[in-house]
């Protein structure tokens, strides 16, 4: 248990410091290829409705999206901050871990303006077969229903 | 050290998933019976005053409270979100391990308001004895001194 | 890796307890002597300005702003609760250990007001060579651009 939670908790520092210092390109490369990456409201998820705000099946899809956020010039105007906790490891088969783990975002806009943008809980898969462990999945299941029009930066 | 922090962490995870998850029933099953639960401003502490916001030293208080919540229908309208982080082991004795833990919860109303509801600081006894491990004190105590009248989901 | 991790994450537990505790004067003894703390913007990393909000390189440096602090009475009228989190190791050499971890702190004011206060990350090298591990470098990198003239606590 804690070797399995101990590797989740590395990856996901490692995931959220590459987000919030804007290294952008990084980020599919913490998926394994093909592999399921979303974000879906907590209530979609309790009433089994599959839509959510984003979705992606694919590194090609994950990089589409970082050069789409380039071009718009988004991450210009805007920071992350994530603060991750309670990871917990809720199955290991073979080299497959599921895990939890509660999330807060902060955002911080250039003017200095810093709010509580989303709180939620990751929903993990990890791919532990290779030289670094992987999301095969990540489910973002997020709290907050008003969705800001500038979600736009992966979480 | 490592060790029982790893459990301590684990313990706090599972116990905050389950207040999040609105598995309210659960709740009481995190405890010893009898136990010691208590949800105390951190002035009070300060100042030895020994009155919290509430109190219960069964797993049956605990269980009437989630009664209460129930018939109030409180849970469908918030939701809450807990971060733990900094989990401190301040003792061990046999089979009780001491702890500390900051923590702050962010509440999540139906209308899709999302605030910052409380921080504070877990002081925990954990009897470490049997199979799983359990509270046997769970002291919660909190900063913010002004008590939203909704505070009613445990904590 | 796992060991340095709860080594650190163990240091910055004590670290912060103290802090969000009023406990003030322990705060330079988790300083090696002499050695680095510094509060500084993101932005001014980036651009890799020197300057800081902050800047201190001695135990004696450290207990002097305690001793400021005392005077102004400033702890009296408001406390921090931090949070951190997603600790990661970026470096190990002798007795030295690299750190990174993205942190929260929220700011309660007597009046009961809670709120966000300063998020960012801590860059740390820590010392392992004693009894105890001590910081050799903290550097406290913040991401809101507008300091609150409050700000006076170490963080």
Redesign the interface.
Same mark, same amino acid.
């Given at each position: 248990?804690?070797?399995a939670? =101990?590797l989740v /908790?590395?990856l %996901?520092? *490692?995931y959220?410091?590459a987000i919030?210092d804007d290294r952008l390109e990084e980020w599919p490369t913490f998926f394994t290829d093909p592999c399921r990456y979303e974000i879906i409201p907590?209530e979609n998820v309790e009433q089994n409705l599959p839509l959510g705000v984003f979705f992606a099946d694919s590194r090609a899809m994950l990089n589409d999206r970082v050069q789409s956020l380039r071009r718009a010039n988004i991450y210009e105007s805007q920071?992350y901050?994530?603060?991750? =906790? =309670?990871? $917990?490891i809720v199955g290991e088969e073979q080299n497959l871990v599921r895990a /939890?783990a %509660?999330f $807060?975002v902060?955002r911080?806009m250039l003017? +200095?303006?810093? *709010?509580?943008f989303m =709180? +939620?809980?990751y929903r993990d898969v990890v791919d532990t077969s290779g030289a670094t462990p992987l999301f095969r999945e990540k489910r973002v299941v997020f709290?907050?229903?008003?969705i800001d029009t500038l979600l736009a930066l992966p979480v």
């Open positions: 248990m804690t070797d939670r =101990s /908790e590395t %996901n520092a *490692r959220v410091a919030d907590a920071r901050r994530h603060v991750v =906790s =309670s990871i $917990l /939890e %509660n $807060l902060v911080i003017d +200095g303006d810093m *709010r509580l =709180s +939620g809980r709290d907050n229903r008003r």
